[in-house]
């Protein structure tokens, strides 16, 4: 089972930008699709972003699309979040988490391992 840990959660202005980083353990990262999902306050977790086994199939949440960007690293086991004109609405908690099922990219039960998390606030 692959084992994640976030990073590069801060405190940033609007319009700001943050790059989120996801070091995972194992040897089948490179063979494993990998997710970022965020959960706010009060709210359930949901699907931002999704990247296949090159960085060739990315998928997004629409309301990141154009302003985020997945990213990996396969020689350093390591996804990225690349987050750009940020706004107070994606102030939460970000995961990653590991690909272990077939299915709908943008449901958690598709997915078999979750980091810690890290948090993001962006103030107005």
């Known amino acids: 089972q692959v084992q994640l840990v976030e990073s590069g959660g801060d405190l940033v202005q609007a319009g700001g930008s943050l790059r989120l980083s996801c070091a995972a353990s194992?040897?089948?990262?490179?063979?494993?699709?990998m997710g970022w999902f965020r959960q706010a306050p009060g709210k359930e977790r949901e699907f931002v972003a999704h990247?296949?086994?090159?960085?060739?199939?990315?998928y997004y949440a629409d309301s990141v699309k154009g302003r985020f960007t997945i990213s990996r690293d396969n020689a350093k086991n390591t996804v990225y979040l690349q987050m750009n004109s940020l706004k107070p609405e994606d102030t939460a908690v970000y995961y990653c988490?590991?690909?272990?099922?077939?299915?709908?990219?943008?449901?958690?039960?598709?997915?078999?391992?979750w980091g810690q998390g890290t948090q993001v606030t962006v103030s107005s």
């Open positions: 194992g040897r089948t990262f490179s063979m494993t699709p």
């Open positions: 988490a590991a690909r272990r099922f077939g299915g709908d990219y943008k449901a958690n039960y598709t997915y078999g391992s």
């Open positions: 990247i296949g086994l090159s960085d060739g199939s990315t």
